[in-house]
């Protein structure tokens, strides 16, 4: 079956980086966009930004250009997720996901990493 597993998360000071990892299998994944979404505490979930498996095209929302960059490995099946300048607001959960195509609902999800960046 699909699975999408995500790692690299912990505890990192204000203005530290963090290099999250998702490995995907289960199925071919490349025609499909990888999203980053994180959740927060009380919060809705946030879009982080995008990726597509074939041409590498990636999307971010205004709000997280600048310290976010999504990359993938396509020998590894592993997308990821720099981080870099973190704050204290960047503490969430953190999921990667799959969505067949650019228009397409995400619709395989990982379980999640915790992110917490501490003052």
């Known amino acids: 079956q699909v699975q999408l597993v995500e790692s690299g998360g912990g505890l990192v000071q204000a203005g530290g980086s963090l290099r999250l990892s998702c490995a995907a299998s289960?199925?071919?994944?490349?025609?499909?966009?990888m999203g980053w979404f994180r959740q927060a505490p009380g919060k809705e979930r946030e879009f982080v930004g995008a990726?597509?498996?074939?041409?590498?095209?990636?999307y971010y929302p205004d709000s997280m250009k600048g310290r976010f960059t999504i990359s993938r490995d396509n020998a590894k099946n592993t997308v990821y997720l720099q981080m870099n300048s973190l704050k204290p607001e960047d503490t969430a959960v953190y999921y990667c996901?799959?969505?067949?195509?650019?228009?397409?609902?995400?619709?395989?999800w990982g379980q999640g990493t915790q992110v917490t960046v501490a003052s």
């Open positions: 990726i597509t498996w074939s041409g590498g095209d990636t």
């Open positions: 996901a799959a969505a067949p195509g650019t228009r397409s609902q995400y619709v395989y």
């Open positions: 289960g199925r071919t994944f490349s025609s499909y966009v």
